[in-house]
């Protein structure tokens, strides 16, 4: 993420992911404040054992992009609404509006929970087990919803 101030928002990922039972890291890489951490962590993620990276960042995000730029495993994008966004959306379309060759998986506005399922869903589709536990879960939130009863 591009800010500590980013870590109540981003620390949704990791708490997924621990429920899928997958690894994750987590760190401050700043596209503007710290750039040569920025490259260094982009080109050496592949060959580190990483299998997807999830960068969160707002006002003008333009951590994901360059991250990606420098890496061929799968970034998904989380715009965060941060003190320095105007809207949000200054941050949504930083990242969303990739141009063609460099693609950016973006989530919803503060959407990090479904960064860290999308990622787990990128896993999984060579992880047997991982996948197990998305369609647990799933089934978990349908049962949940058609559980619950409104009418008494
Ligand atoms: C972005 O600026 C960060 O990703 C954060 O969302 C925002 C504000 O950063 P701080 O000023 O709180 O460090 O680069």
């Known amino acids: 993420m591009g800010s500590k101030s ?6 949704e ?3 997924i992911l621990a429920e899928f039972g997958i690894e994750t890291e987590a760190d ?10 920025m490259v260094a962590y982009a080109k050496n993620a ?9 960068a969160g960042a707002g006002g003008a995000a333009h951590l994901p992009g360059m991250v990606a730029s420098m890496t061929p495993l ?7 609404k941060s003190s320095n966004s105007i809207d949000g959306w200054d941050s949504i379309l930083s ?3 990739m141009p063609n060759g460099i693609p950016v998986a973006t989530v919803a506005l503060n959407a990090a929970k479904n960064a860290g399922i999308l990622a787990a869903r990128i896993i999984g589709s060579t ?4 996948q197990q536990k998305l369609i647990a879960y799933s089934a ?5 919803v058609l559980g619950s009863d409104l009418k008494s």
């Open 28 to 37: 401050v890489v700043s596209a503007h404040r710290t750039p040569e951490k």
């Open 74 to 80: 799968p970034v998904i994008g989380v715009p965060i």
């Open 6 to 11: 980013d870590w109540p928002i981003m620390q």
């Open 127 to 130: 992880d047997a087990e991982v």
């Open 95 to 97: 990242i969303l509006q």
């Open 140 to 144: 978990q939130m349908e049962a949940d």
């Open 13 to 15: 990922a990791q708490k």
């Open 46 to 54: 592949a060959s580190r054992g990483l299998q997807v990276i999830i």
